[in-house]
């Protein structure tokens, strides 16, 4: 069966499971679309949900695996919601109706990262891949604008690129790497941790050159998780998979203007408190304050971005997605269902609402 005969075919039995299971909002409700996120239910089933911004859903996409992080199209009304690593498929959601656009395969040989990026027309579609045959990551190429079509795969001169950004002057890409040895063979298992080459780096998205690559202070830091500024500061979280009793740092700032490369200093007891562990990063474009969520330790560290001044935890239980509102506060999922207003003014959480769904780490603008 030949690639596109296969998707098509995937399609058909996809989208008979998602007139049947899901339902959209009408029409006076979805200009109210807020975001979107990868969910999963206690009976272990899967789906994309959107909500506003009271956290009520407005529509659910049943999807036969575990989803990851997405990207709103800048003008299609379009989203693209990942499969998790290591996961083959990325779903593109019509957002305007609820529904399943299409289904793209990574293709034989790859798996993808979980995250991936838009060009600023709209035309390009960039995700991070693992070609596992070798362990090189890439970066694959779609043509958004005809149907999804692989066009070409950018090196990256590492392993595991994960989450990337595209950089505010469109022509470079801000890429998270891993540094970690996968194969779907081994499913999540890690297979380099004495040997991972993490780092953090700015590259061509047409040449694929790299143009500025920063490595953490300890080379089991996995870099997987970063948010950039409009201004060109890059905050990133690293994943620790060293010995438990080190606390090494877990947060860099890039500042892609000079080159400038640190790792933020926490007090003690706030480095205890992360647990070694970062899941995603947002960057406020209407103030000067980044969130940063820590799963394993139940809470979200604030900084200002521009100084790498931290400015306070807050306690959240599991948290996993943020999302950066208007106001300057910040919208925060949690694994056990609830959704959370974090506000630099205050010392406590808002629960917003609570689902009885486990939200993935991530949440997507709508």
């Known amino acids: 069966m030949q690639r596109r005969d296969f998707i098509q075919f995937s399609l058909l039995g996809i989208a008979a499971f998602c007139s049947a299971h899901s339902f959209a909002a009408s029409s006076r409700e979805l200009p109210d679309l807020r975001f979107l996120s990868s969910v999963d239910t206690a009976l272990g089933e899967h789906f994309i949900v959107a909500a506003n911004s009271n956290g009520r859903e407005l529509f659910r ?26 996961g083959k498929n990325l779903y593109v959601i019509n957002i305007l109706e609820g529904t399943l656009d299409a289904l793209v395969e990574a293709g034989d ?10 060009s600023e027309d709209g035309s390009r579609f960039y995700a991070t891949a693992n070609h596992y045959p ?31 950004r595209l ?21 999540r298992i890690k297979l380099n941790l004495q040997s991972m080459q993490p780092a953090l780096i700015v590259m061509d998205r047409h040449s694929s050159e790299v143009l500025q ?21 890059v905050i990133a979280g690293y994943q620790f998979e060293g010995e438990k009793w080190q606390t090494p740092p877990l947060i860099a700032r890039l500042d892609t203007n000079t080159g400038d490369f640190s790792e933020i200093a926490l007090a003690e007891h706030e480095q205890a408190m992360l647990g070694n562990y970062t899941a995603s990063v947002a960057i406020n474009p209407h103030s000067t304050v980044a969130a940063i969520t820590a799963p394993r ?21 599991d948290p996993g997605g943020v999302l950066a509102e208007r106001d300057g506060s910040f919208v925060v999922s949690s694994g056990h269902g609830g959704l959370y207003r974090v506000r630099t003014s205050a010392t406590e959480p808002e629960l917003i609402t609570h689902h009885t769904l486990r939200w993935d780490n991530h949440l997507t603008r709508a």
């Open 61 to 86: 996409l049943p999807v036969a695996e575990r989803c990851h992080s997405g990207c709103l199209h800048p003008n299609a009304g379009q989203a693209v919601i990942m499969s998790r690593r290591p």
């Open 109 to 118: 040989g790859f798996h993808f990262y979980g995250h991936g990026v838009f």
């Open 134 to 164: 070798s362990g090189a990551g890439q970066i694959r190429v779609y043509a958004a604008d005809d149907g999804y079509r692989h066009m070409q795969d950018l090196p990256v001169g590492g392993m595991d690129p994960h989450e990337l």
């Open 167 to 187: 950089h505010p002057d469109g022509q470079r890409l801000v890429v998270a790497l891993g540094g970690i040895k996968t194969h779907p063979d081994y499913g």
């Open 213 to 233: 690559h920063c490595e953490p202070s300890h080379h089991q830091l996995s870099c997987h998780h970063l948010d950039i500024s409009r201004d060109g500061i």
């Open 297 to 317: 330790g139940n809470c979200v560290m604030l900084l200002d971005y521009r100084s790498g001044q931290p400015m306070g935890v807050v306690s959240v239980p």
